[in-house]
T-cell receptor, first 113, second 115 residues
Framework: EAQVTQNPRYLITVTGKKLTVTCSQN?????MSWYRQDPGLGLRQIYY???????DKGDVPEGYKVSRKEKRNFPLILESPSPNQTSLYFC????????????FGAGSRLTVL | AQSVSQHNHHVILSEAASLELGCNYS??????LFWYVQYPGQHLQLLLK??????LVKGIKGFEAEFIKSKFSFNLRKPSVQWSDTAEYFC?????????????FGAGTRLAVHP
């Protein structure tokens, strides 16, 4: 089944403790992206990647890092999480010819205490 | 800068009522337009999309949307809602400019349908 898989789905952590949210897609998509969803703000793009080894900042990149060493994986790294990063995170992907239709992962709800 | 505005943050309807959710965007060039739906506890799913051609597009579950270029709008409609339509709805616009394109989401409209 074609899908985007995120882990963990739920995580509670404390300020400053590094964490990684993994994202993997099995559709051979070139483009991958991370969003955060906050009430009243919709989805805001954190980082995106047009292809392997190519990453760019989105609208709210502060406090996050990403890497794209392989086509299928696009992990989101929070080096020193803070409470304002408490949010619902979505990974998404599409292929270059996919007419911009994104396939989303199930989401990862992160709470930073 | 491109932006997407959804006029209603919360909508409450009774079953069988008609639905219209507003979406306006600010960008004068070529756009692709989308509506995504997020059912409680689930990820976003594509409801319908407009790329070109007939400005009235039909999506899944009886939803449709009309692209009015002169009004920069892409409103979502459904003639008769059901309880199972309770969800959050996001309008999204992909703007094309010099080889670069970016998908921008609206803030979302939370719909609650009462039996």
């Amino acid at each position: 089944e074609a899908q985007v898989t995120q882990n963990p789905r739920y995580l509670i952590t404390v300020t400053g403790k590094k964490l990684t949210v993994t994202c993997s897609q099995n559709m051979n998509h070139e483009y991958m992206s991370w969003y955060r969803q906050d009430p009243g703000l919709g989805l805001r793009q954190i980082y995106y990647s047009m292809n392997v080894e190519v990453t760019d900042k989105g609208d709210v990149p502060e406090g996050y890092k990403v890497s794209r060493k392989e086509k299928r994986n696009f992990p989101l790294i929070l080096e020193s999480p803070s409470p304002n990063q408490t949010s619902l995170y979505f990974c998404a992907s599409r292929d270059r010819a996919g007419a911009n239709v994104l396939t989303f992962g199930a989401g990862s709800r992160l709470t930073v205490l | 800068a491109q932006s997407v505005s959804q006029h209603n943050h919360h909508v409450i309807l009774s079953e069988a009522a008609s639905l219209e959710l507003g979406c306006n965007y600010s960008y004068g060039g070529t756009v692709n337009l989308f509506w995504y739906v997020q059912y409680p506890g689930q990820h976003l799913q594509l409801l319908l999309k407009y790329f070109s051609g007939d400005p009235l597009v039909k999506g899944i579950k009886g939803f449709e949307a009309e692209f009015i270029k002169s009004k920069f709008s892409f409103n979502l409609r459904k003639p008769s809602v059901q309880w199972s339509d309770t969800a959050e709805y996001f309008c999204a616009v992909n703007a094309f400019s010099g080889g670069y394109n970016k998908l921008i989401f609206g803030a979302g409209t939370r719909l609650a349908v009462h039996p």
